[in-house]
């Protein structure tokens, strides 16, 4: 495996389910990301994370809980989720200090 | 209120000729500016980049122009080709690890 990938490709949940969404990065990065994709929408960053620290927490509602046990792997966890919730998700990898972040494929999600 | 835009949903070019795709931006903060190109199904992939000290940066097909004082910068690709259909978003950076997306451009280069 390389690049970034991104378990599952696609989701449906109901708004009373837990979830998770897995992101794994194979490129040696310290920093990665969770981005959010809704229809119509620019991306919109949601959480950043330096060598494992959370450094950025882009006004997310609690309902999205993200882990970052290492450097190569980030987790979203859902829980009680909106329909307004459902959008592509997307994980993303840089080098802590460079600019350019190298994008996962995305898991759509779909609230019911 | 979107601090990075691109007006044109959508655009349409015939196969061999110039596509330009632009992106209009209002935080003068910005000092760093990316384009990525998205396929159906799969993640954005980094482009090109341009620093705010820089007015053109070209790389084979793909030139990105940065007009600092109308905020605005522009990616021509010539000769478009068909393989080229994709969405296009460009971003700025702000600060380290922070990018702003634009809303993305369409394109679709036909044969």
């Known amino acids: 495996e390389t690049g970034v990938t991104q378990t599952p490709r696609h989701l449906v949940m109901g708004m009373t389910n837990k979830k998770s969404l897995k992101c794994e990065q194979h490129?040696?990065?310290?920093?990665m990301y969770w981005y959010k994709q809704s229809a119509k929408k620019p991306l919109e960053l949601m959480f950043v994370?330096?060598?494992?620290?959370?450094?950025e927490n882009n006004s997310v509602p609690s309902r999205f809980s993200p882990e970052c046990p290492n450097s190569s792997h980030l987790f979203l966890h859902l829980h009680t989720l909106q329909p307004e919730d459902s959008a592509l998700y997307l994980c993303?990898?840089?080098?802590?200090?460079?600019?350019?972040?190298?994008f996962g494929p995305g898991t759509r999600l779909t609230v019911l | 209120d979107q601090q990075v835009k691109q007006n044109s949903p959508s655009l349409s070019v015939q196969e061999g000729r110039i596509s330009i795709l632009n992106c209009d931006y209002t935080?003068?903060?910005?000092?760093?500016f990316l384009w990525y190109k998205k396929y159906p199904a799969e993640g954005p992939t980094f482009l090109i980049s341009?620093?705010?000290?820089?007015d053109k940066n070209e790389d084979g097909r793909f030139t990105v122009f940065l007009n600092k004082s109308a905020k605005h910068l522009s990616l021509h690709i010539v000769p478009s080709q068909p393989g080229d259909s994709a969405v296009y978003f460009c971003?700025?950076?702000?600060?380290?690890?922070?990018?702003?997306f634009g809303g993305g451009t369409r394109l679709m280069v036909k044969p």
């Open positions: 490129l040696g990065h310290n920093a």
């Open positions: 935080n003068s903060m910005f000092d760093y």
């Open positions: 971003a700025a950076r702000a600060a380290v690890n922070m990018l702003t």
């Open positions: 341009i620093s705010s000290i820089k």
């Open positions: 993303a990898s840089s080098h802590g200090g460079t600019t350019e972040q190298f």
């Open positions: 994370y330096n060598f494992k620290e959370q450094t």
